[in-house]
């Protein structure tokens, strides 16, 4: 645990305000169930993709204040790149924290951790709970306990315009070796680059980490691995893939760069996930769906793997209408709206029983996705998870720009990760 004498404090006096929110005979917390109805306000920070998802997302929430009409459900769509540190820093102050939050599954373990977060077993927010995904749940529990509901499961994927490959007479790359081969041809028959390879985010790094049998950390037995043989090869594959001008790179605003270069046909490739779908279709080269193709992230020479990732629902510990936000968790991850959501946005549900919803069985991205989720590598559901990335980010980002080796690359960030998990190998 790395709780600290501040936390240990604002947990005691979560405690205290959870027990007097419980009181059905208590409406000043916000909240009134004297005659078994839900009242009062429900704040969800939802941390989807402004301008599609979060569309989607808050559509769906109000479904839920028609079926219960004395509940105001307050959305905000806070961006994810701000709303780990947001919420946090909410959290400890006391003052305005969120009574729900979309949670990146990574989080969750640290936020219970901390405290912030208040306990589903036996709860409304928990219904069914044997219907999830077992890697979707995993996620959830931490020190024995539910702290969220997993919402959306994902993993990466090489996505490709057909057109293109068309063009240039090449065939989807099941390895590193073929990506190289088909770049080079897709440069030389159309004159575009064949990858968008994302350089400012660590987590676009995973995939070539595991194909060359890596991993970040081995939380079974505490010790630090990024720095192994593996790390440096990984290193070096993707120094290699820029250096050879078979991707492409930048080391900030890689997001947005990454989704106008693919979308407008200057890249052929890039690698990316289901929550990607409505904003690449958006583009120019995708207005015809049946441009698009994907394919599983090519094989390293150890193995071919992608991050398990999605998107958790949690209730903050300090809520003060607690009932209504796990009647709220409930309704948002029940069967009917993930079936919804994957219907707008493509987006893999949770439960094992969305998945023979016609709008599911019918969804060729899922259908994709689902086994690649399945066979997905899960990250070590640890409270430090979410600060593995810092280091790794400035160090991959250096080696892809040149201003470092993959060597000291994996070196400094197995320090970093020594210095954080205390009595580490």
């Not at 390895?175 to 064949?194: E, N, P, Q, R």
């Not at 904003?279 to 193709?293: C, H, P, R, S, V």
């Not at 980002?397 to 080796?405: C, D, F, H, P, R």
């Amino acid at each position: 645990m790395r709780r600290g004498i501040t936390a240990t404090a604002l947990v005691a006096a979560l405690a205290l305000a959870a027990t007097a929110c419980g009181s059905d005979d208590d409406s000043s917390d916000g909240t009134s169930k004297s005659s078994g109805e839900l009242s009062g306000t429900v704040t969800w920070w939802d941390t989807s993709t402004a301008g599609s998802e979060d569309k989607v997302f808050k559509k769906i929430a109000e479904g839920f204040e028609k079926e219960h009409p004395k509940v105001d459900v307050k959305y905000v769509n806070v961006p994810f790149g701000d709303a780990q540190n947001k919420f946090k820093n909410a959290a400890q102050s006391g003052s305005g924290a969120p009574d729900v939050i979309r949670s990146e599954v990574a989080w969750t373990p640290e936020f219970a951790d901390l405290g912030y977060l208040a306990p589903l077993d036996g709860t409304a927010a928990l219904v069914k709970q044997d219907d999830f995904l077992k890697q979707a749940a995993a996620s959830t529990k931490y020190d024995g306990k539910t702290y969220a509901v997993p919402q959306v499961i994902d993993s990466l994927g090489i996505f490709y315009n057909k057109k293109l490959f068309k063009e240039a007479g090449v065939e989807v790359p099941e390895s590193i070796a073929d990506l190289k081969a088909v770049s080079k041809k897709i440069k030389d028959k159309t004159g575009k680059t064949g990858l968008y390879l994302r350089g400012d985010d660590a987590y676009w790094f995973l995939p070539f980490l595991y194909g060359e049998g890596g991993d970040m950390v081995d939380a079974s037995n505490k010790s630090v691995t990024i720095d192994d043989e593996a790390g440096v090869k990984a290193m070096k594959v993707v120094k290699d893939l820029v250096d050879s001008g078979a991707a492409k790179t930048d080391a900030t605003d890689g997001w947005e760069n990454m989704q106008s270069s693919f979308k407008d046909g200057d890249v052929a490739m890039m690698i990316n996930g289901p929550w990607a779908m409505a904003d690449t279709y958006a583009g120019k080269e995708f207005k015809d769906k049946a441009n698009l193709g994907i394919a599983p992230v090519p094989a390293g020479s150890a193995a071919q793997g992608a991050p398990q990732g999605g998107h958790n629902l949690a209730v903050y510990a300090g809520s003060k209408n607690l009932d209504a936000s796990y009647a709220f968790v409930d309704y948002m991850t029940s069967v009917k709206q993930q079936a919804q959501v994957t219907k707008e946005l493509n987006l893999l549900p949770t439960r094992t029983s969305a998945y023979a919803e016609e709008s599911v069985v019918d969804n060729e991205i899922v259908g994709f996705f689902k086994p690649v989720v399945e066979s997905a590598v899960e990250r070590p559901w640890i409270p430090e998870t979410g600060s593995l990335f810092a280091p790794l980010v400035t160090e991959y980002t250096k080696v892809l720009t040149g201003q470092t080796s993959p060597e000291k690359a994996v070196k400094t960030t197995g320090d970093s990760y020594r210095k954080l998990l205390k009595g580490w190998k």
